[in-house]
């Protein structure tokens, strides 16, 4: 099956830290994907990324999150200010007519 | 977006097979429907895909009728390891520039496999 990577499995942070999550999508696929869930509740979409630019984003993605795609394999996810409450599993997808999941990253942020 | 209903949770015994509908009365006729599954604190894995009549693969079998309202994911004889959430998900997965292909997540269906 093919495979989304992501970087770190796990990331401790303070309040107010910036934290950038990393993941290699699917070669050749097009259209790309944040989600977050936190502990014990829906899988909820974050962003959406095709053509170098966000092409939908929910109101979750605030001013404190970007995505960008730096070098055409890597696709991150920055949160600028984390607070309390961006403490979640992020998952990176990518998208060639089947939408892929990465592993995830854990967030705590204290 | 269609929505989907399915139910909270269901229980099986090993090697039974299992049987989950779910409801998308107001599928888009450029919509499939994916099922994936999702153990704790790992990623939703990718179970099967279709867009019409029966789709099979080596894990799992998805029936979706004429009308396409509704779809069932058939797990053939389960095992102990087969426990956990089934997400059914409709969109249409193709995206673009008017269309994101994103997915909008229910909670989903527990199943508990039982010894």
């Known amino acids: 099956e093919p495979e989304v990577t992501q970087t770190p499995s796990h990331q401790v942070t303070q309040m107010g830290q910036e934290v950038i999550l990393r993941c290699v999508p699917i070669s050749n696929h097009l259209y790309f994907y944040w989600y977050r869930q936190i502990l014990g509740q829906k899988v909820e979409f974050l962003v959406s990324f095709y053509n170098n630019e966000i092409s939908e984003k929910s109101e979750i993605f605030d001013d404190q999150f970007s995505v960008e795609r730096p070098d055409g394999s890597n696709f991150t996810l920055k949160i600028r200010s984390t607070k309390l409450e961006d403490s979640a599993m992020y998952f990176c997808?990518?998208?060639?007519?089947?939408?892929?999941f990465g592993e995830g990253s854990w967030l705590t942020v204290v | 977006l269609a929505k989907t209903t399915q139910p909270i949770s269901m229980d099986s015994y090993e090697g039974q097979e299992v049987n989950i509908t779910c409801s998308h009365n107001?599928?888009?006729?450029?919509?499939?429907i994916t099922w994936y599954q999702q153990f704790p604190s790992q990623g939703p894995r990718f179970i099967i895909q279709g867009y019409k009549t029966k789709v099979t693969n080596e894990v799992a079998s998805l029936f979706i009728p004429a009308d396409r309202k509704s779809s069932t994911l058939s797990l053939p004889r389960v095992s102990l390891s087969d426990t956990a959430v089934y997400y059914c998900?409709?969109?249409?997965?193709?995206?673009?520039?008017?269309?994101?292909?994103?997915?909008?997540f229910g909670q989903g269906t527990t199943l508990q496999v039982k010894p």
């Open positions: 998900l409709v969109g249409d997965m193709i995206g673009g520039s008017s269309n994101t292909g994103k997915l909008i």
């Open positions: 997808a990518s998208n060639g007519n089947t939408i892929y």
């Open positions: 107001n599928i888009a006729t450029n919509d499939y």
